[in-house]
């Protein structure tokens, strides 16, 4: 145990931090030592651990007698796709979304802002539906359709009740699959992303950390907002 230091935060608020440092122990030490069944008895009452395919971490789970039926599961799908799930039987409503590996970060200079730009859209049109089918149709689940972009990913989600998740999970993937990109509506997007540049510029804690990013990174990716530029845009 002093050989692991950080065993010594599994109580309280730092449970989640001992964990770490348990399940890297798991994978040392056999059998588990009687000391550190003592420090975690008193664990949060219904604490449960989100398990992954690690063998070490079910093993501490199983060995500190630990519920070990999944929350949250990670499936990977034969096309490479992975799904995060998670089920919580007390609730009606349904979360979901699509989390797409590339944001601004990932962006040349000459393109920095295009992630968002994308984002944008992506709500105006697909080969299958208008920007205004899109709106009325999540309406009418009495739903949320939205999106974010940061400089790792950008997300496409929704929130409805538990009975139209196939209907908003058919309408993400629509978006996010088939956008039209359509020139007249490129230009309307422009204008309403060169609106929120000017926001930004208006409020000073969001320019303050534009300016402290950019001085930071210098000519890195990570220094240009998400937005892009006057220019790029």
Known sequence: AEKMGEVRRVEGADWVHGMGALTELASQMDPMPSLLFDKIKGYPEGYRVITNPLASVRKVALTFGMPTDQAVQRTKLGNHVVVITERVPAVRSASLGVWVKIGSRFEAPEQAGISHFIEHMLFKGTANRSAKE????????????DAFTTKEHACYFANVLDVHVEDAFELVSDIVLNPL????????????????????????????????????????????PVLGTRETI
Request: net charge negative; glycine share 6%; aromatic share 10%.
């Open 181 to 224: 990109f359509e020139e007249h509506q490129m230009e309307r997007e422009r204008a309403v992303i060169l609106e929120e540049l000017a926001a930004v510029e208006d409020a000073p804690e969001e320019l303050l950390w534009e300016e402290f990013s950019s001085t930071f990174w210098l000519d890195h990716p990570l220094g240009t």
């Open 134 to 145: 899109i709106a009325f149709q999540i309406d009418a689940m009495g739903g949320q359709l």
